[in-house]
């Protein structure tokens, strides 16, 4: 009779073996769970917190089972040192979790219980990412989350054996330049493979892409430490002036602002990845609509007013806008925060 301890090792196998055969439908699974948090607010008693709770579970499922898929298609990067690799997991942890621990500790132990544990999360998420951009060869520019969802379905469609011809053709592992002026990778003649078996992927840069990062890190230490010091500083501003005063909401506007600027004067520099980091945080910037005291004054009448035109003059549309409207309010309290990006 087999223990309960092989009973549990045998469910877990049959579970990652399952879930490295079926990533899409076990993606459909989990994006059904995390919009049912959305739906679970304003529902039942304590509902703010069951809601984030449900919501980071979700977050956590998705990533436990992008790690379990990683490394059934090989896919964890090697040169990742320890160090870095703990430090994005704790983050990126910290990152799912950090408004279910807000919200709990509000119900435990009050206001002064809440603001204790914000305090606490953005102090270790600040020196986190303060060893990640000085010390850790690979990040410069702080991801948000830092480890991002995997793309399923490029893991699906790619064969690591069908072009293993083309990569002992490599110098050196980069399969690529860059050209100098435009910034583009372009493929080495000696290493183009048979048509049978090209991927059709882009190909690696190599050294090049660490010597552009090397030229970058001049503008990037001092743009990313003004982004990584936002929070701590909102933070002080508020404790200063007050929760919904101009004066902490136009402080991190303005270091926000400052760190964008010095990235865009020497964008030609940054690498693919880092370019799509800095586009999100340019859209990210479009919060501060959504923030009090900006909120509070402008951007909640004219939502409003938006809304209830659209309700009251597009047939079918009114259960959805009255819907929305009552929950926007949640939403703003709960997650329009300064502190999270």
């Not at 480890?147 to 790619?158: C, E, G, H």
Request: net charge positive; proline share 4%.
């Amino acid at each position: 009779m087999s223990s309960p301890l092989t009973e549990v090792k045998n469910l877990y196998a049959r579970y990652v073996k399952w879930v490295s055969s079926n990533p899409s439908a076990l993606a459909d699974v989990e994006l059904t769970v995390k919009w049912l948090s959305y739906f679970v607010a304003g529902k039942i008693n304590n509902s703010s917190a069951v809601s984030e709770l449900v919501y980071s579970l979700s977050n956590l499922l998705v990533f436990f089972n992008d790690r379990i898929i990683e490394k059934a298609h090989n896919k964890t990067s090697d040169d990742t040192e320890p160090l870095e690799r703990h430090l994005k997991v704790l983050l990126t942890t910290l990152e799912y979790c950090e408004v279910f621990i807000e919200l709990s500790a509000n119900k435990v132990w009050g206001t002064s219980g809440r603001w204790f544990f914000i305090v606490v999360i953005q102090t270790i998420k600040c020196i986190g990412r303060l060893i990640l951009t000085l010390y850790c060869q690979n990040t410069k520019i702080s991801r948000n989350p830092p480890i991002p969802s995997v793309n399923r379905s490029s893991l699906q469609d790619a064969n690591p054996s069908e072009n293993a011809s083309f990569r002992d053709n490599l110098d050196g592992g980069a399969s690529g330049i860059v050209l100098n002026r435009s910034g583009r990778v372009m493929r080495k003649v000696n290493c183009s493979s048979s048509l049978t078996a090209r991927s059709w992927k882009p190909p690696t840069v190599g050294d090049q892409s660490r010597q552009r990062t090397e030229y970058g890190g001049k503008f990037v230490c001092p743009a990313e430490m003004l982004y990584i010091a936002k929070p701590i500083i909102h933070l002080a501003c508020m404790r200063r002036f007050g929760v919904k005063s101009w004066a902490s909401y136009l402080v991190a506007l303005a270091l926000d602002s400052a760190s964008l600027h010095i990235y865009y004067k020497n964008r030609e520099v940054l690498s693919k990845e880092q370019r799509v980091e800095l586009s999100r945080r340019c859209v990210s910037m479009l919060l501060y609509l959504m923030r009090s005291p900006f909120y509070d004054r402008y951007t909640n009448d004219k939502i409003a007013y938006l809304l209830n035109g659209i309700g009251n003059n597009v047939p079918l549309t009114g259960a959805l806008t009255r819907l929305i409207l009552s929950y926007i309010p949640h939403w703003q309290e709960t997650y329009f925060y300064m502190w999270s990006t």
